[in-house]
């Protein structure tokens, strides 16, 4: 049952992660005529109509929050889903899609660095090897091309990256105690009383957004896969696997993300890609082989 659940917990992320790589393209649509804040607005609000329907279509129990358990959803509400995506999304706005990507995926040294303080997991070899192998790999895929670009957007990816790490340990200690739907919606409910203001700031005083259709198609799209569905299975792999085991995963993002601008931008597929991609699966199969497997087949 166990190692079934595990399984499980694999498929998750894997769908989790593909959802989060195609927003780094998904999103330039949005960003094109939209500010940072009022997209992340609208991704949160059609988010919880959606999450909100999903609770009364199941019939999810949503058990009273215990008094010491609202900074974790203050953390993963307000530090997770706000303050960092609204970094994210400038940082998007700002970089190019891959560098964004690139900078996402050093979540996992964070995560599991956060996890071993604060949660007590450990920090094993096979936890160090899978991040090395997977982040070689990112680096192939996404190069450094020499060319400039923005320092505040790199400063916001890296504060994106340092917050949603910080909100993914919250989250993995409220999901002992609560549903996963539940955790999602109360956290994005919190989220979407933040933006509110701030959008409505952003609107009248500093970067009036247009609102077409192709941006709040956009939008949807975040809002449905990238946030409701993403969120929801990510908050669940949390549960049924080891915050530092979710964390091996975030490489698939930028992989995500550059073979959809390979299919859908037209962008070339290049050697560094495959090269850089089979890094990134070898890494993660890494981290799913059990422990015991690579033992015997390696001796460590």
């Not at 939209?34 to 609770?55: D, E, K, N, T």
């Not at 900074?71 to 997770?80: A, C, E, P, S, W």
């Not at 919190?190 to 701030?198: E, S």
């Not at 669940?236 to 930028?254: D, E, G, N, R, W």
């Amino acid at each position: 049952m166990q190692k079934q659940a595990s399984y499980l917990g694999y498929l998750y992320l894997f769908i989790t992660f593909f959802c989060w790589g195609s927003i780094y393209v998904v999103s330039k649509y949005a960003l094109a005529v939209m500010a940072p804040v009022m997209v992340s607005f609208f991704r949160y609000f059609i988010s919880v109509v959606c999450l909100a329907g999903l609770v009364k279509l199941k019939h999810t129990e949503l058990k009273p929050v215990a008094r010491g358990d609202w900074k974790y959803l203050f953390i993963l509400g307000g530090v997770g889903y706000f303050v960092s995506v609204v970094f994210m999304l400038l940082g998007t706005a700002l970089l190019p899609a891959s560098l964004s990507a690139l900078i996402n995926a050093l979540n996992p040294v964070v995560i599991v660095l956060l996890a071993a303080l604060f949660l007590g997991e450990k920090i094993t070899r096979k936890i160090v090897l899978s991040i090395t192998v997977s982040l070689v790999g990112v680096y192939i895929i996404i190069g450094v091309n020499g060319s400039s670009f923005s320092f505040l957007g790199l400063v916001s990816a890296l504060l994106s990256m340092l917050f949603w790490s910080m909100a993914s340990v919250a989250s993995r200690k409220l999901s002992y105690s609560y549903n996963t739907l539940q955790i999602s919606l109360y956290g994005m409910l919190i989220a979407l009383a933040m933006n509110l203001p701030a959008a409505l700031v952003e609107h009248l005083f500093f970067k009036p957004s247009k609102f077409t259709l192709v941006s709040m198609a956009a939008c949807v799209y975040l809002a449905v896969a990238g946030t409701a569905i993403a969120h929801s299975l990510w908050n669940k792999s949390l549960h049924l696997l080891p915050a530092s085991t979710c964390s091996m995963f975030y490489p698939l993002q930028p992989l995500t993300a550059t073979l959809l601008g390979v299919v859908f931008l037209g962008e070339a597929l290049t050697w560094n890609f495959i090269l850089g991609g089979t890094l990134i699966c070898l890494g993660i199969l890494i981290t799913v082989v059990p422990t015991e497997r690579l033992k015997s087949k390696f001796g460590w």
